[in-house]
């Protein structure tokens, strides 16, 4: 049997090993059957590694929104910035003005079209949308009648590992 503090490293190698991003699958198995430990043992290590992986993805998720939110704050800054120093070119009459470091000129967008009454729009203005299919539907009826879509659809239903 091995000593804690070789389960410790043995069960560190196999962290590192799950948390890069090309995990080698046969690597990570040859790992695996290396521990030289009990079943349960070795279910209870990979529990442990999946639990800390989860919370790193948690904390990814986390950071990303929060690194959203900022994004989209300072995109309104900017925004709010480019408006404010519009209308100060606009106020001092100046559509074109020249710094040491830049250029600035106030110059014409591309035609937009503002719709005001769309149930007079023309027909050849309206896209239609490919058909999107409702798998959710699908199945709660092919569950109901399986036969009817017999050749068309089947109930598919695979296992998975739950860890609590």
């Known amino acids: 049997m091995s000593t804690l503090y070789e389960l410790?490293?043995?069960?560190?190698?196999?962290?590192?090993?799950?948390?890069t991003e090309d995990l080698d699958e046969q690597a990570l198995a040859d790992t695996i059957e290396s521990?030289?430990?009990?079943?349960?043992?070795?279910?209870?290590?990979?529990?442990?590694?999946?639990?800390?992986l989860k919370q790193q993805v948690t904390a990814i998720k986390k950071e990303i929104e929060r690194l959203n939110g900022r994004k989209q704050t300072l995109e309104k800054n900017i925004e709010k910035m480019m408006y404010a120093l519009q209308n100060a070119l606009e106020i001092a009459e100046k559509?074109?003005?020249?710094?040491?470091?830049?250029?600035?000129?106030?110059?014409?967008?591309p035609p937009t079209v503002r719709v005001l009454d769309e149930?007079?729009?023309?027909?050849?203005?309206?896209?239609?949308?490919?058909?999107v299919l409702d798998r959710t539907g699908l199945l709660k009826e092919v569950k109901e009648d399986p036969q009817k879509y017999k050749?068309?659809?089947?109930l598919m239903q695979s296992e998975r590992l739950r860890i609590k």
């Open 95 to 109: 559509p074109k003005m020249r710094t040491a470091l830049f250029t600035f000129s106030i110059c014409k967008t």
């Open 119 to 131: 149930r007079k729009i023309p027909r050849k203005f309206w896209k239609q949308q490919d058909p």
């Open 35 to 52: 521990l030289e430990l009990e079943l349960e043992d070795k279910a209870d290590g990979y529990a442990k590694v999946i639990n800390d």
């Open 151 to 154: 050749g068309i659809a089947e």
């Open 8 to 19: 410790q490293g043995m069960f560190l190698t196999l962290w590192d090993m799950a948390a």
